[in-house]
């Protein structure tokens, strides 16, 4: 079973940054296909970020196209968390961000049903 706890959420005015955290246990960090997704009220939980960490040591990352050179994703697989650097955000970026992950490879990574372990969330808020 795998456990996952995010932080670093908060409240920033447009232009700001943030880094969110996300800290799993429960299964070899490296053998995790992990993704950010983020849901809006009223909107569908979409994906944000994607990592996927191949079995010869390849690390392949994902990221959706609105937020593309302005957020950063890195892991630090010593500490088995991952970093979600969010720069420049706009209030769009507003949602509650999740941390996602799932043992089994394949599947699209922003498509949310093909991970099935989820953080409980972490708020984020982007005044103008």
């Known amino acids: 079973q795998v456990q996952l706890v995010e932080s670093g959420g908060g409240s920033v005015q447009t232009g700001g940054s943030l880094t969110l955290s996300c800290a799993a246990s429960?299964?070899?960090?490296?053998?995790?296909?992990m993704g950010w997704f983020r849901q809006a009220p009223g909107k569908e939980r979409e994906g944000v970020v994607g990592v996927y960490s191949a079995a010869s040591g390849g690390i392949s990352k994902f990221y959706a196209d609105s937020v593309k050179g302005r957020f950063t994703v890195s892991q630090d697989v010593a500490k088995r968390t991952l970093y979600l650097q969010m720069n420049s955000l706009k209030p769009e970026d507003t949602a509650m961000y999740y941390c996602?992950?799932?043992?089994?490879?394949?599947?699209?990574?922003?498509?949310?049903?093909?991970?099935?372990?989820w953080g409980q969330g972490t708020q984020v808020t982007v005044s103008s």
């Open positions: 996602a992950a799932d043992p089994t490879p394949g599947g699209r990574w922003y498509e949310a049903n093909v991970y099935r372990f």
């Open positions: 429960g299964y070899t960090y490296s053998s995790l296909r």
